[in-house]
């Protein structure tokens, strides 16, 4: 039932910057977890960051003091600021939310659309 809306990919060069941002169709406040993975060309889907409680994140070893993820509650909207961005990091973004509609309902999962980021000089 929860929708997730994704935006702020694109192209940049090595060294640049990019802000992602994920909007949810409902309060967040609730979610057990919810962030961002991604997937290359030919790779697996990798977690980069999530926050897996109310406070408590965590990050990929590969991203770690590069980007960083944060939400505005109010906004219901998730975000990854991404730092020196290296072409490594060219992939497609995915959002996801890991929530519950109540204390006992089955768990479910939410995947954005997924925004494109290249990075290329």
């Known amino acids: 039932q929860v929708q997730l809306v994704e935006s702020g990919g694109g192209l940049v060069q090595p060294g640049g910057s990019l802000r992602l941002s994920c909007a949810a169709s409902g309060s967040i406040r609730g979610f057990n977890a919810m962030g961002w993975y991604r997937q290359a060309p030919g790779k697996e889907r990798e977690l980069v960051a999530t926050?897996?409680?109310?406070?408590?994140?965590n990050y990929a070893d590969s991203v770690k003091g590069r980007f960083t993820i944060s939400k505005d509650n109010a906004k219901n909207t998730v975000y990854l600021e991404m730092n020196n961005l290296k072409p490594e990091d060219t992939a497609v973004y995915y959002c996801n939310a890991d929530y519950q509609l109540c204390i006992e309902c089955p768990r479910k999962s939410s995947w954005g659309q997924g925004t494109q980021v290249t990075v290329s000089s």
């Open positions: 926050f897996t409680g109310r406070i408590s994140t």
